[in-house]
């Protein structure tokens, strides 16, 4: 899976440096994303992970500028294609997010209005997204090719039906299409085969690298799930609590993971294999309205000592590429 | 002597759909769950595999077949057992939201089964047992006070194995126990549940679509499709020798973290098509719509359960000689 | 149960999260208290009752009477004050009994979802929902003797349904909550059923709807009183005050407009005040 590197010369589609969200509820504050950096590059893969309410989906949230009223950004930037998405004017936020950025839910479902026909979804999304005098049926002609590159043959049966005709995996299917048919550059999928049987998440996740293959698009896979994004990323990023604790390229990091938590992740993972599994990890997420000033893993982490509990581990390299945030990484493990 | 406390013969559930339409969402599945043993029973959405779990305990009455539960026929009369009946086979839901009622304290939802199963517990003791209850899943015991919204997930899920002990069942039916966890609190919850089972010598019906997980838990595996069984084996042996073409589709297709997991997938299988709707159960094999070996008969002939090995039997056309 | 100042806190912002309803629990905590003292607040006391003092009579506010006062020179405002006693009665009464009736209604319905009880309760209540309420007060209350009981009786009557059906909503989704289905497994009983499981889950709904209620029993009390129907002379009643002062509008403006004010206050007040509880009791987020 060496294939992401290939086109890592050319410029930075996303970049997200040093992002700090808090949310406020009633009265306190709550730092959900703690120090985020990304970037995203053409026909790249990258995988966010961690367990639930570790930030990922607000990740997505604050790339696209549509993260909840009560949440202030304490600093960071967001960048997309060189510009800043946070001091965009109205328009370039609407054409960002009508070209450039595109993002795809875990419950294809309730992503189609269940009322409409597959069509008129479809072409008056596209229709947002294309010159406004686009002639109907050359926007007919861009949905009908896009159904088809997200394996959909027969179009036209497609684009008459309901929703609640179509499987879940087809449903999906055309969720895909109708992100990727105004040819955006980049798909957020959060966790598109979750609510998916496994058979058909593995024919979303095989479409989804497929994708990425042909064209020039780029994905940003969020997941709980450890073996869905080593299958499908190039790089992958670990997230804690609102931090992201390690990152690299996804085969490296499956390898040789180096943060205690990762570690520990990788042990409660049921194998085929039948090796012993752990017995999870011991406590609890910190609370994000007191946030340990350190790093935010400590006080489950059976490595922790003093310097782990006073201030934030840096960002190592440990091996090319390969970044860990602990002060001990490469030598626990 | 029989040694199995739960037999299931031939059971069928059907259930009618207006305009002379019928659901058969289970068609004629047999099992069998030795005492102190754990059943892995594996399917997709739209198996089979939750409605089994209702007829056991007793929310559907059967269509047909039989279960024979330490050999009583159970079959009949849904809900109305004998509380015996209804103390020694307990259920933990799959969803921990909706399993605990979130206006009620833990300790009212664990004293339920307890004034039931042994009525006239006076206060004291009803304290001490709820405590024991927490203790044995390992919570806290000041959790006894606080309401369901209070707990994580996995939490929750403790607590319900904690009031289905409360009722000291022989048999737990677990459905989906923990796939609306994180993986960390999953491997915490599975963990418990195994000690509990070896400290109890208890029964496990374990019923979920994460085939992964059954190599760590079950004694056995048996996957359903559409209503049927297709496969039953020893974990071990089902892992290293699957034969029905739908487990080796299912088994190439879990993500797996680790080379070595890799190399046990059954080789360039490719996942395809969709399960099909129980209304429209395709005739024959109701795999061969998606099967990359199918054989005219496929389509015209229910194949048979046949034994391959000691224990492994197999539901499909193909011949499995070795 | 122990409430401690933490959790109060936190109600209290939930509660005012909109910050308008902070007018509402003004306005709901000045008129229950006024309901239970205004005999000793009110500026003339013995204008509450049969008082009669022609030489004033008739007059528009001053500084003397801050509403003016009426044909028989009664001061207003503390005939107003005077009726907030009956008025809150009525209220309190009228659901009171109601919400129980209507919750055992819907919920037995509720629960054997699809049984011949169910058809037949809900059938009922139906019938009831079916009759515009106004019309069945009315009819009710004019068979009956014109008196403050028998229009409450008339506004109980027609008021359960609602409470029927909001439960019926909300025990026939729990029965597939899977609490529910343990305790049937489980073999709890029905009464346990109900009353442990299903009521504490319904509970924090039946008590918005009464706040929200609150204001439109009310304006019903007042609607049956302006037309005779309600508490008789000469004990004051908010809505014969208006029927009997809208004779002599525009000229006596005063005999009208403040009771009027008035009662559109108080409904106000328990709309915002309802608002700020569904908001205290609703779904905790986070």
Redesign the interface.
Known sequence: MTRDGENGMNDPLLELSDMSVSFD???RK?HVLDGISLTVRKGERIGLVG??GCGKTSTLKAILRVLPRNAVINGGTVSFSGKDVYKMSGRELDNMRRLGAGMIFQDPSSALNPVFTIESQFLTALRYSLPPNTPKHELYEKAARALESVMLPDSGRIMKSYPYQL?G??KQRVCIAMTIAAGRELMLADEPGTSL???????I??LINQLVLDGNIAVIMVS?????I???TGYVNIMYAGTVVESGNTEEV?KNPAHPYTV???????????E??????PG?VPDYSRPPSGCRFSSRCKFAKEICLGTKPPRIEIAPNHFVSCYFAGEVI | MDDNILRIDNLKKYFPLKGGLVVKAVDGVSLRLAAGETLGLVG??GSGKSTIAYVLIGMYEATDGRIIYKGEDISRGGLRRTLKQKSEMQIVFQDPGSSLNPKRTIRQSLAVPLAVHSKNTPGKDLDKKIEGLLDEVELPLDFAGKYPSAL?G?ERQLVSVARALAANPSLIILDEPTSAL??????????KLIDLQHEKSLSYLFIT?????M???ADRVAILYLGRLCEQAP??EF?QNPLHPYTQ??????????P??ES??PARI???G??PSPVNVPPGCAFHLRCRNKMPICETERPLMKTVTEGHEVCCHLDFER | MSVDKKTLK?YW??YSQSGITIIGLVIVAGFIFLALFGKHIAPYPDHIGSFVDFANASKPPSLRHVFGTDLMGRDILSRIIGAFRSTLLMGVIVLCVSAPVGFIVGVVAGYNKGSLIDTILMRITDIFLAIPPLVLALAIASVLEPNMTNSMLAITVMWWPWYARLSYGVASSLRAENFIIYSQLVGASAPHIIFREILPVCLSSILTKMTLDMGYVIIMGATLSYAGLGEQAPKPALGSMISQGVKYMPAQWWFTVFPALTIILIILGFNLFGDGISGMLGTD??
Do not use: W
């Open positions: 509820v009633y009265g709550y367990e639930s499987s995996g087809m049987d496994v058979t058909i998440q593995d024919q996740l095989r709980h799930s450890l073996g869905v080593r299958e499908s499956f520990a992740l990788m042990a409660c993972v049921p194998k085929l294999t039948g012993d599994l752990s017995k999870g990890i609890r | 997709e959405s994580g996995g994180d993986v960390s609190i999953q491997a915490k919850v599975i963990s679509h994460d085939l992964s997980l190599r760590n838990v974990a071990p892992f589709m299912l088994l190439s297709s879990i993500p797996v973290v680790t070595e997991e046990m997938k490719r996942s395809s969709e399960i | 936190r912002l939930k987020e986070k």
